[in-house]
């Protein structure tokens, strides 16, 4: 019911900065949160952030202090602010929605990061 679209992934250097975004559309009413996941090659797929409805939020251990999950409920839009990226950064990172009953994925968006 729920439809993610992501954008801003790409080629970065070490210590740079990225963000993610991720615009729901559909049934959004329904969603009870929404989070950022990634999987590096040859891993399996991690959590590594995510934000509640009512604005609570989780960090992977290995990324906190560097990235921060935010929301713009108007937009209906949750982004994912990257910094101090470093190559273990490297991977497909996927928006979902938990909608209870329901999870769903986006398309997924590649960061790269090397020098």
């Known amino acids: 019911q729920v439809q993610l679209v992501e954008s801003g992934g790409g080629l970065v250097q070490p210590g740079g900065s990225l963000r993610l975004s991720c615009a729901a559309s559909?049934?959004?009413?329904?969603?009870?949160?929404m989070g950022w996941y990634r999987q590096a090659p040859g891993k399996q797929r991690e959590l590594v952030a995510a934000?509640?409805?009512?604005?609570?939020?989780n960090y992977a251990d290995s990324v906190k202090g560097r990235f921060t999950i935010s929301k713009d409920n108007a937009k209906n839009t949750v982004y994912l602010q990257m910094n101090s990226l470093k190559p273990e950064d490297t991977a497909v990172y996927y928006c979902?929605?938990?909608?209870?009953?329901?999870?769903?994925w986006g398309q997924g968006t590649q960061i790269t990061v090397s020098s």
């Open positions: 559909g049934s959004i009413f329904s969603i009870y949160a």
């Open positions: 979902n929605a938990d909608q209870g009953t329901l999870i769903c």
């Open positions: 934000i509640t409805s009512g604005g609570r939020t």
